[in-house]
């Protein structure tokens, strides 16, 4: 799949953003969708992913890095090709390029793993 990824902006401490990603390509609702985050000099940092609904198994799975858990919430809709990702409770140490990435096998943390990316969005929280 081909990703685009875009609604990043600047914030103030507290606020919040929702990203957008669009994807374009076959078996979208197969794949694992996936945010990271890079700050200036950093290594890429999982975020969060969602996996697939086979209908079976309690619908998507979602799995977040210590870090944003209880303030981002990803979703995806699968008619739409697009996953979100609703960042609340914003703090300037969110501040990075975040990208989406998507992969049909691999539900990791590790972004060596994820086949597609698409383009990074800069979010700026400011104190």
């Known amino acids: 799949v081909q990703l685009q990824a875009y609604g990043g902006g600047s914030v103030q401490a507290g606020g919040s953003l929702r990203l957008t990603c669009a994807a374009s390509?076959?078996?979208?609702?197969?794949?694992?969708l996936a945010w990271f985050q890079q700050a200036p000099g950093k290594e890429r940092e999982f975020v969060g992913r969602i996996t697939w609904s086979d209908g079976r198994s309690g619908g998507w799975q979602r799995y977040y890095a210590d870090s944003v858990k209880g303030r981002f919430t990803i979703s995806r809709d699968d008619a739409k090709n697009t996953v979100y990702l609703q960042m609340n409770s914003l703090k300037p140490e969110d501040t990075a390029v975040y990208y989406c990435?998507?992969?049909?096998?691999?539900?990791?943390?590790?972004?060596?793993?994820?086949?597609?990316w698409g383009q990074g969005t800069l979010v700026t929280v400011s104190s």
């Open positions: 390509g076959r078996s979208f609702s197969s794949h694992v």
């Open positions: 990435a998507a992969d049909q096998f691999y539900s990791g943390t590790y972004y060596g793993q994820y086949a597609s």
